[in-house]
């Protein structure tokens, strides 16, 4: 549903209020998915709140939050970190100190929109360390009327190095 609400600086910012509901998961260890959870996504596509029930067990949040991961993004790139700008191609964009499930990154983003006004955008990172190497693409489709995500699809490729590979 529609919201406004107030930012610090006074003026009203409009988004998204959705609630993620009905989640069916095999799980080993019997954890309740069921209980509500909501979050506020700023038009930019940033995560800026969660809320959830206070009895609700740790690992049903976290799964919720990994979740909701699906959706975050930086749909709209600030004039310093474009790194490519073309007509035919639309954008390209490098955010960094962006946020998902691996904590903060450095992602690329690209940009285009079709002639109904959708945008679609990739965004891509690795991130490697001594004990694993991960490969995240995601691909988000902006609802060009109602300006919301209608779609999020990722691919994350995970592979162990040196011993952790063993």
């Keep these: 549903r529609e919201r406004e609400r107030r930012n610090a600086r006074g003026t009203v910012a409009c988004s998204h209020v959705c609630a993620v509901a009905g989640i069916l998961v095999r799980d080993e260890d019997d ?3 069921s209980k509500w959870f909501s979050f506020f996504q700023s038009p930019s596509g940033e995560i800026e709140q969660v809320q959830y029930d206070p009895t ?3 690992d049903a949040i976290n799964f919720k939050k990994g979740v909701l991961g699906l959706l975050a993004a ?3 790139p600030k004039e310093h970190q474009v790194t490519r700008r073309s007509a ?3 954008v390209e964009y490098t955010v960094d100190g962006d946020w998902d499930h691996h904590g903060q990154h450095t992602a690329s983003y690209r940009q ?4 109904a006004g959708n945008v679609y955008v990739q965004k891509a990172k690795e991130r490697a360390d001594d004990m694993v ?3 995240h693409v995601k691909n988000i489709t902006v609802d060009g009327t109602l300006r919301v995500i209608r779609q999020s699809q990722v691919q994350e490729e995970v592979n162990g190095l040196g011993r952790f590979a063993q």
Excluded: A
């Design 31 to 33: 954890t309740d998915y």
């Design 56 to 58: 609700d067990s740790i």
């Design 74 to 76: 930086s749909l709209e």
């Design 88 to 90: 035919d191609d639309g």
């Design 112 to 115: 285009h929109s079709d002639t």
């Design 133 to 135: 190497r991960v490969s």
